[in-house]
């Protein structure tokens, strides 16, 4: 990496400290040259602390470290994009993040529906929901949904209709999404066991 530390008065650049794996932004701290090759030495963030005027590993005093997995300078070679594994909470705060935001994975519209299918389980009122019938069904119901929905998505697996296949496609995702919340489970629950095979 050619850092260009020579754009501010102060020899800092910005460095955006990501999550690795749920891509969330935990903080934004500085670093000059010193701080980076610390960083880069022992594996652990290190900044260049403002207010203390003197280089800061995160978690030397709290024990929460952030364990770099990967570095990338911008395409102006003045701002950093660190990938960390956090060690606990990354704010002073006790937050997970310094946007006091939970770090926790999203997928995008999944989340969204995740959200709605946990908010359908738990009305009063069934009659008008399909979510909220099922689940007044039972688990057996919700099983055999998923059954009936793979069979679908096979069959139209073997003919050319796209359409029909990812209409297919998509009902038994979100059956699937029905059956993992009936069983108190969510898309991070099958995305750790993914990540444990990978």
């Not at 910005?14 to 880069?40: C, F, H, R, W």
């Not at 909470?89 to 529906?113: I, K």
């Amino acid at each position: 990496m050619k850092v260009d530390f020579n754009k501010s008065k102060d020899g800092l650049v910005p460095a955006i400290i990501q999550d690795a794996s749920t891509k969330n932004v935990l903080m934004l701290g500085y670093m000059n040259q010193e701080a980076l090759d610390k960083t880069m030495q022992t594996g652990k963030v290190t900044f260049f602390s403002r207010s203390k005027e003197r280089l800061w590993t995160k978690g030397e005093e709290s024990g929460h470290f952030l364990t770099v997995r990967e570095i990338k300078e911008d395409c102006d070679r003045d701002t950093l994009l660190v990938s960390v594994t956090p060690n606990g909470p990354t704010c002073h705060t006790g937050s997970d993040t310094c946007w006091n935001g939970e770090n926790r994975a999203s997928f995008g519209f999944l989340t969204e529906l995740e959200s709605v299918i946990a908010e359908r389980q738990n009305a009063a009122n069934s009659e008008n929901s399909y979510v909220a019938s099922l689940f007044e069904k039972g688990i057996n119901k919700i099983a055999q949904k998923v059954g009936e929905e793979a069979v679908e998505l096979v069959i139209e697996a073997k003919d050319s209709n796209e359409e029909l296949f990812l209409n297919e496609g998509a009902d038994l995702l979100f059956h699937y999404l029905i059956l993992l919340r009936a069983k108190g489970l969510g898309l991070e629950d099958i995305v750790k066991v993914l990540e444990q095979r990978h």
